[in-house]
C-alpha cells in the first residue's frame, strides 16, 4: 500500500422515496443551505448541487426530488429530472428513514438503481429516532434488498456518523483531478435558490394540495447600493394555480405575505450576505403544472 492515497472527485446523489431525509443530510454534509427540507412530501424541485472540498477528494452532491406517481405533466418531468440526474452520478446514496419499515417504495427504487453503473450504498436515516435494537433490525432488512456496497447509518440532525458517510463516499469517487475551484460551494445559479426560498417561506404553515402549485419565478436580481453600503434588489412573482389559492398566499389584509417577505428576506441575507430589499407579487397561472407553455416559464 502506498502512504498517500490517490485523489477522487466525483458525483453523488441520494435518493429514496419522499420525506426519507435526502435534502436535510445534503445540508447536513455540505453545512449550509442549499436545499428545501420540509415535512411535507415532494417540495424539492430543483437539482441542487454543493461541493465539498477535502484534502483527498472532491465531493459533488446533487440533491433531487423524489421518485413518484407521476399524475401530471409536471410529474413526469419530475420522474425524468431524477432519473438522469442518478444516471449522471459516481455514487449513489439509497437513503431509507430508520424509524419507518422497509416498503414497496424502497425496494422499487432500488430495482432501478441496481441497473446504473454508479456504486451503489444505503444510507439508513433518522437514527436519533429510533433504539439501538430496531436500528439493528433495519439494517438487516435494507443490507437483504440488494448487495450495497456498504451500508451507513447516520442522523443528519444530530450529526451522528455524518462524517463517516461522507468518508466512505468519497472512498468510492473515481480517481479524477479537482472538478470545480477551491472556494465554490454550489454552481446553482444564486436566482434559483434564492427562489427556493422564496417558495420555501410561501410553504410555510399552508395545507394539502398548495404546496404543489406553487413555483416562484425571481425576476430580477441586481445589485445596488443603498445608504453607503451593498443592497441586493429582487423583484420575485409567486405563481399559484387558482384564485382562491392567492387568497391563501396573501392572507387577510396581506398578512401572510408579510411574514412570508420577511422570512424570504433573512434567509436571503443569510445566504447571499448582504442587505435585501425584496418585492413580491402573487400572480394566478391557470392550471400550470398541466400546461407545458406555462411549465417551461417556471423553469421545469
Ligand atoms: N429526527 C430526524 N428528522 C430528520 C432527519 N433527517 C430529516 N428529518 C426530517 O424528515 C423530514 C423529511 O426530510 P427531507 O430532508 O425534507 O426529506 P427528503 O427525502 O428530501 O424529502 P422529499 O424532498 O420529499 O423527497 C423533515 O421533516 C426533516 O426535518 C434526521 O436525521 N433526524
Redesign the pocket.
Known amino acids: 500500500m502506498s502512504d498517500h492515497e490517490p485523489y477522487r472527485a466525483g458525483f453523488a446523489c441520494f435518493v ?1 422515496r ?8 445534503t445540508n447536513a454534509i455540505i453545512g449550509s443551505k442549499i436545499a428545501i ?3 411535507r ?4 424541485r430543483h437539482v441542487v448541487r454543493g461541493i465539498l472540498h477535502r484534502p483527498d477528494s472532491q465531493l459533488i452532491l446533487v440533491d433531487t ?2 421518485l413518484h406517481r407521476p399524475r401530471t405533466l409536471l410529474g413526469q418531468r419530475l420522474n425524468d429530472l431524477v432519473r438522469a440526474t442518478w444516471s449522471e452520478t459516481d455514487v449513489v446514496g439509497l ?1 431509507v428513514p430508520a424509524d419507518e419499515k422497509v416498503g414497496p417504495g424502497d425496494r422499487l427504487i432500488t430495482k432501478e438503481i441496481e441497473e446504473l453503473k454508479a456504486k451503489v450504498i444505503a444510507v439508513v ?2 437514527i ?2 429510533v433504539s439501538k435494537s430496531d436500528l439493528a433490525r433495519r439494517l438487516m432488512e435494507v443490507a437483504e434488498m440488494a448487495p450495497f456496497a456498504d451500508v451507513v447509518p447516520c ?3 444530530s450529526g451522528e456518523n455524518v462524517e463517516t458517510l461522507v468518508g466512505v463516499i468519497s472512498k468510492l469517487l473515481p480517481e479524477s483531478p479537482q472538478l470545480y475551484p477551491d472556494h465554490m460551494i454550489t454552481d446553482e445559479p444564486e436566482r434559483v435558490m434564492v427562489a427556493e426560498l422564496i417558495r420555501e417561506a410561501a410553504l410555510e404553515g399552508v395545507r394539502d394540495e398548495l404546496p404543489h402549485s406553487i413555483a416562484v419565478v425571481v425576476e430580477e436580481f441586481l445589485d445596488e447600493e443603498s445608504e453607503g453600503a451593498e443592497r441586493k434588489r429582487i423583484y420575485a412573482d409567486i405563481y399559484v394555480e387558482r384564485p382562491s389559492q392567492k387568497a391563501i398566499v396573501i392572507g387577510k389584509g396581506g398578512s401572510r405575505m408579510k411574514q412570508v417577505g420577511t422570512q424570504a428576506r433573512r434567509e436571503i441575507a443569510k445566504l447571499l450576505g448582504t442587505r435585501v430589499y425584496l418585492d413580491l407579487h402573487v400572480r394566478v397561472a391557470k392550471d400550470w403544472q398541466r400546461n407545458p407553455k406555462l411549465l417551461q416559464r417556471l423553469g421545469f
Open positions: 429514496g419522499p420525506n426519507a431525509g435526502k435534502s436535510t443530510l427540507t420540509s415535512n412530501p415532494q417540495t424539492t426530488p423524489g437513503c436515516t433518522k436519533d429516532l442522523s443528519a440532525v
